[in-house]
C-alpha cells in the first residue's frame, strides 16, 4: 500500500494507523486516532484499510460519526462493508444516517441484510428489539451434540457470539431450550442435543422489554447473552451483554449530563459544534436563572428585617447550600434507585417515610454544627453576634432542621413526580432542586428568625 498517496494533512494520521510493521496499534487505538480526524480524512483512510480492520473498528460504537464516516465513503465500499457488519450495528449507523444517502447505500445491500436490518429498526429506541442481534447460533432439537458442533464450527465466523447455542423445536421452531458451548463440548457426541439442553428457568425478553429491563434480567441471571422471542416464542434474536453494556454507558453519560443542569449532549464533548453547545446549556442556563431570581424577591420581601438585623444576612450562604445539598443528595439517590429498579412508582410513600427523619436527623446534626460555631466564635472573640448571640444561634439551628427537611422531602419526591408525568427523571437534575431549595430556604430562614428573635432582633 502506498502511504504517500494520502492528502498530506492526513499523511502523518495515516502512517501511524496503517504500518502495522512498524507499531502494533490496537483497534480501540485506531478508533481514537479516526475520532481525531475530519471526517473526509476518516473515511480516506478507513477505506484503505484491509477489511477485517475496517470493520472490526466499524463494529465499536466508540467510532464517532460512523454514519457520517461511511457515508463519505464510495457508495460501493460502504455497502461493501455494512454487508460483512452486525445487523444490529448497521441498524444503529443507518438510523444515525442522512436519510438520502441510507437509501442508497440501503438499495446497494443484499435481501438478507437488508429485511434483518429494516426489522431492526422498526422498533423502539431503548428496547430489547433495538439493541439485539439476528445473528446466533440456533439448531433443530433433532440434532446430535456432534452434529451440533460441526454446525457452531461452520456458522461461527457469521455469528456475532457462540456464549450458548439456542435448541428450537423441529416442527415449529419455537425456542425449546439453550446450551452453554462449555456443555457442548464436554458432552457425548452421539447424544441428542436435547440431553443437554436446559428448559427450566430458562429466562427470555420480548422485542419491546426497555433495555434497563433486559440489563436487569442478565444481571440477575448471570447471563452473557439474552433471547429476545415473539409472542408464539419465535426466537427473533439476542442481546449480548457487551451490547447492554454499551447501551448502559450512553444512558449513564446522558443522565449524568442532564444532572449537571444542561441538556444531554448526543455526541462527545470534543464533536459538537459551538452552536450545538450554546444551544444545549444555554436554555437551562436561563431557567435557573430565573428561578434564582425568586430568591432576590424573597430577600425583597424580608428587607425590614434584614435592616434590623443584618447579622442574619452572615448565615444566608450556609442555609442556601445546606438545603440544596440535602435535595441533590435525596434526588441523586432516588434517581438512581429507580434506574436499576430498586424503586417503584408507587414506593414514593415509603420513601417520603423514609426521608421524613432523614431530614430532620440531618438537620438537627448541621443546626449543632451551626450552633457550635456561633458559640466557639462568641467566646473566642472572634465575632461578636452581640446579646442576643444565643437566640441567633437557636434561629440557625431550627433553620437548618426545617431547610435540609425541605430539601430531602423535595429532592425525593420531584422525580417520582416527573415520572408520573412521562417525563425522564434525570431532569430533577442537582441544579434544579438547588435552585428549588434556595428560595424556600429563604422563606424558611426568616420565617423561623421572626418567631425566635420578634422582640429581641426584630
Given at each position: 500500500?502506498?502511504?504517500?498517496?494520502?492528502?498530506?494533512?492526513?499523511?502523518?494520521?495515516?502512517?501511524?494507523?496503517?504500518?502495522?510493521?512498524?507499531?502494533?496499534?490496537?483497534?480501540?487505538?485506531?478508533?481514537?486516532q479516526l475520532n481525531a480526524l475530519d471526517i473526509e480524512e476518516a473515511a480516506e483512510l478507513l477505506g484503505n484499510m484491509p477489511q477485517q480492520k475496517a470493520l472490526r473498528i466499524i463494529a465499536r460504537p466508540e467510532l464517532s460519526h460512523a454514519a457520517d464516516i461511511l457515508a463519505a465513503m464510495p457508495v460501493e465500499q460502504s455497502a461493501k462493508l455494512l454487508k460483512a457488519t452486525a445487523h444490529d450495528r448497521v441498524a444503529d449507523?443507518?438510523?444515525?444516517?442522512?436519510?438520502?444517502k441510507r437509501g442508497v447505500i440501503f438499495g446497494r445491500l443484499d435481501p438478507l441484510t437488508a429485511k434483518a436490518v429494516s426489522h431492526l429498526m422498526t422498533y423502539p429506541q431503548r428496547t430489547a428489539g433495538s439493541i439485539m442481534t439476528t445473528e446466533f447460533v440456533s439448531v433443530p432439537d433433532t440434532m446430535t451434540v456432534g452434529e451440533t458442533l460441526d454446525h457452531v464450527k461452520k456458522v461461527e465466523n457469521a455469528s456475532e457470539t457462540v456464549y450458548a447455542i439456542y435448541v428450537l423445536d423441529h416442527e415449529t421452531h419455537c425456542l425449546t431450550g439453550v446450551v452453554t458451548l462449555r456443555r457442548l463440548i464436554t458432552g457425548d457426541q452421539n447424544a441428542s442435543i436435547l440431553t443437554l439442553t436446559r428448559r427450566e428457568g430458562m429466562v427470555s425478553a420480548s422485542p419491546f422489554m426497555a433495555q434497563e429491563d433486559v440489563a436487569r434480567l442478565i444481571r440477575k441471571n448471570n447471563l452473557l447473552a439474552l433471547p429476545v422471542v415473539d409472542d408464539n416464542q419465535q426466537m427473533l434474536g439476542i442481546v449480548t451483554v457487551d451490547d447492554v453494556i454499551d447501551t448502559m454507558i450512553a444512558d449513564t453519560t446522558e443522565d449524568a449530563q442532564k444532572f449537571g443542569g444542561m441538556e444531554a449532549l448526543g455526541k462527545p464533548y470534543m464533536q459538537i459544534g459551538f452552536a450545538s453547545m450554546i444551544k444545549k446549556r444555554a436554555g437551562w442556563l436561563c431557567a435557573l436563572f430565573l428561578g434564582e431570581m425568586l430568591t432576590a424577591s424573597a430577600m425583597q420581601h424580608f428587607e425590614t428585617e434584614l435592616e434590623k438585623a443584618v447579622v442574619l444576612t452572615l448565615f444566608i450562604p450556609l442555609i442556601m447550600s445546606s438545603g440544596g445539598n440535602s435535595g441533590s443528595q435525596a434526588t441523586?439517590?432516588?434517581?438512581?434507585?429507580?434506574?436499576?429498579?430498586?424503586?417503584?412508582?408507587?414506593?414514593?410513600?415509603?420513601?417520603?417515610?423514609?426521608?421524613?427523619?432523614?431530614?430532620?436527623?440531618?438537620g438537627a446534626i448541621l443546626g449543632l454544627v451551626g450552633f457550635a460555631r456561633i458559640s466557639l466564635w462568641q467566646h473566642l472573640g472572634?465575632?461578636?453576634?452581640?446579646?442576643?448571640?444565643?437566640?441567633?444561634?437557636?434561629?440557625?439551628?431550627?433553620?437548618?432542621?426545617?431547610?435540609?427537611?425541605?430539601?430531602?422531602?423535595?429532592?425525593?419526591?420531584?422525580?417520582?413526580?416527573?415520572?408520573?408525568l412521562r417525563l425522564d427523571p434525570a431532569s430533577a437534575s442537582a441544579p434544579f432542586v438547588a435552585t428549588l431549595v434556595d428560595v424556600s430556604g429563604l422563606v424558611i430562614y426568616f420565617t423561623v428568625a421572626l418567631a425566635i428573635l420578634s422582640g429581641t432582633l426584630l
Open positions: 500500500m502506498n502511504i504517500q498517496s494520502f492528502p498530506s494533512r492526513a499523511g502523518s494520521a495515516a502512517r501511524h494507523i496503517l504500518n502495522d510493521s512498524l507499531s502494533k496499534v490496537t483497534t480501540a487505538e485506531r478508533v481514537e449507523i443507518f438510523q444515525a444516517m442522512e436519510e438520502r441523586s439517590l432516588i434517581i438512581r434507585a429507580l434506574a436499576v429498579g430498586e424503586l417503584k412508582l408507587s414506593d414514593w410513600w415509603r420513601v417520603a417515610l423514609r426521608e421524613l427523619p432523614t431530614g430532620v436527623t440531618l472572634l465575632y461578636d453576634y452581640g446579646p442576643h448571640w444565643i437566640m441567633i444561634g437557636f434561629t440557625v439551628f431550627a433553620a437548618l432542621i426545617g431547610i435540609v427537611l425541605f430539601g430531602s422531602m423535595a429532592g425525593s419526591m420531584l422525580p417520582f413526580i416527573l415520572q408520573k
